[in-house]
Nanobody, 123 residues
């Protein structure tokens, strides 16, 4: 059983940066693909990015391409989401997820997920 804990969220001005971290414990984290999803108030949860277990395959949602970077350090059981050029539309609770059983774009297909961290971008 893998436990995931997100951190690094906060309040930032538009144009600023944040780095989210996802710390894993238990299970075999290094063998799982890991993703980030987000949910803004009144909106459905949406895919943000995913990275394969080796880090060799990465996909991003179109609106974050060129601004967000997902990476992982399997030795530290951690995955990161570097977010640059933030805008108010990025405001959401960000969730770390691991081990997709089906589509990596579907939150419900992941076996493990954290409780989320709030990111608020002011204009």
């Amino acid at each position: 059983q893998v436990q995931l804990v997100e951190s690094g969220g906060g309040l930032v001005q538009a144009g600023g940066s944040l780095r989210l971290s996802c710390a894993a414990s238990g299970g075999t984290f290094s063998s799982h693909s890991v993703g980030w999803f987000r949910q803004a108030p009144g909106k459905e949860r949406e895919f943000v990015a995913v990275i394969s277990w080796s880090g060799s395959t990465i996909f991003y949602e179109d609106s974050v391409k060129g601004r967000f970077t997902i990476s992982r350090d399997n030795a530290k059981n951690a995955v990161y989401l570097q977010m640059d050029s933030l805008n108010p539309e990025d405001t959401a609770v960000y969730y770390c997820v691991a081990d997709p059983e089906g589509s990596w774009k579907d939150f419900n297909d992941y076996k493990f997920w954290g409780r989320g961290t709030q990111v608020t971008v002011s204009s």
